[in-house]
């Protein structure tokens, strides 16, 4: 599978636990994107990185939350001191173009 | 200016028929403009997608038409068969500085009762 690749794809977690999910994206994709879904709407961008460098992060992006793509390969989003509002879908993309694709998501329900 | 409105928030046509979703946006700075599927628990998938400087542009059963003027393109799905029963989004995003970043619609939930 070529794909864009996300672990775990569910995660349920405590309220103040961390959590860390990963994603692989398309080989030679040097841009690679974060976002947000809630159910019944449309994804929101979180953050963005080309290649190594985290380029821009959203308003939506608190404190609490980073990202990371070391060497410009796979990225690591974590969310520390998780909150109820956090429950969402994460789900990380990646282009060379402007086609940008989306992986499967990342599930997560804060209890 | 930001905002991307879709409509309707949800459809349902009978198969073999045809499925319409439209979509709205204001910011004249958007020049790439993709259809998303996305099927309960899965990601987004891309669809299709169109540039300003052409009117249509279709890929089998899937034609996006896009007006300039009025601000608005139109997702059309042809002999539309149940398996194509998911939510779509459209999307808008300008090349910039910063992120090529998606803005997306609210989300048409499509349903093709066989």
């Known amino acids: 599978d070529t794909g864009v690749s996300q672990d775990p794809r569910h995660k349920i977690t405590k309220r103040g636990q961390n959590v860390t999910f990963r994603c692989d994206p398309i080989s030679e994709h040097n841009r690679l994107y974060w976002y947000r879904q809630t159910l019944g709407q449309g994804p929101e961008f979180l953050t963005y990185?080309?290649?190594?460098?985290?380029?821009?992060k959203s308003r939506l992006l608190s404190d609490r939350f980073s990202a990371e793509r070391p060497k410009g390969s796979f990225s690591t989003l974590e969310i520390q001191r998780t909150e109820q509002g956090d429950s969402a879908m994460y789900l990380c993309a990646s282009s060379f173009s402007r086609a940008i694709y989306f992986g499967e998501g990342s599930w997560l329900t804060v209890v | 200016q930001q905002q991307v409105k879709q409509s309707p928030q949800s459809l349902i046509v009978q198969k073999g028929g045809i499925s319409i979703i439209n979509c709205a946006y204001e910011?004249?700075?958007?020049?790439?403009f993709p259809w998303y599927q996305q099927f309960p628990g899965k990601g987004p998938a891309l669809l299709i997608a169109i540039r300003p400087d052409v009117s249509e542009k279709k890929e089998g059963r899937f034609t996006i038409s896009f007006n300039k003027s009025a601000k608005q393109f139109s997702l059309h799905i042809m002999d539309s068969q149940p398996g194509d029963s998911a939510t779509y989004f459209c999307a808008a995003s300008m090349l910039g500085q910063g992120a090529q970043k998606l803005v997306f619609g609210q989300g048409t939930r499509l349903t093709i009762n066989p």
């Open positions: 990185f080309q290649n190594e460098a985290q380029l821009e």
């Open positions: 910011n004249t700075a958007f020049d790439y």
